[in-house]
């Protein structure tokens, strides 16, 4: 948590330095809801992670690199392929696979649902 805080505070004072030109309002408002939006981002991409949109994709790739593999140590060790036989795993056992390794986004959303409520209120207060 200290860290995104860190992140912000630096973000909002460098483009405030960056934008001394306009009002330090509007600028407030600027870096409030790029950080915002950023941290948003994260936390909806680590939410389609931990949901498994792409598990499929996922799985079927990891197929893939799997019979790559097999079939590279079948040809180091110019054996057959009843020799070197992996069992593959099946779906429903890559998604629980995945679903130990959860990423938490709650930090996430607990700082861009702040930082771009409070981008709304500069915004309108600057006009």
């Keep these: 948590m200290k860290r995104l805080l860190l992140i912000t505070v630096l ?3 460098a483009y405030t330095a ?3 030109h306009a009002p330090i309002i509007l600028n407030l408002s600027n870096s409030f ?3 915002g939006l950023i941290y948003l981002f994260i936390a909806l991409f680590s939410y389609v992670r931990n949901i498994g949109f792409f598990k499929t994709l996922s799985y079927h790739l990891y197929r893939k690199r799997q ?3 097999q079939d ?3 040809n180091a060790a110019g054996g057959t392929s009843e020799q070197h036989h992996q069992k593959k795993i099946e779906l429903h056992e890559y998604t629980a696979q995945l679903g130990k390794s959860k990423w938490s986004n709650k930090l996430f959303y607990l700082f861009s649902i702040p930082l771009l409520l409070c981008s709304c209120v500069l915004a309108f207060a600057s006009m």
């Design 72 to 74: 590279d140590a079948l």
């Design 67 to 69: 019979a790559d593999k």
């Design 33 to 35: 809801f790029i950080s």
């Design 11 to 13: 973000f909002t004072v």
């Design 18 to 20: 960056y934008n001394s």
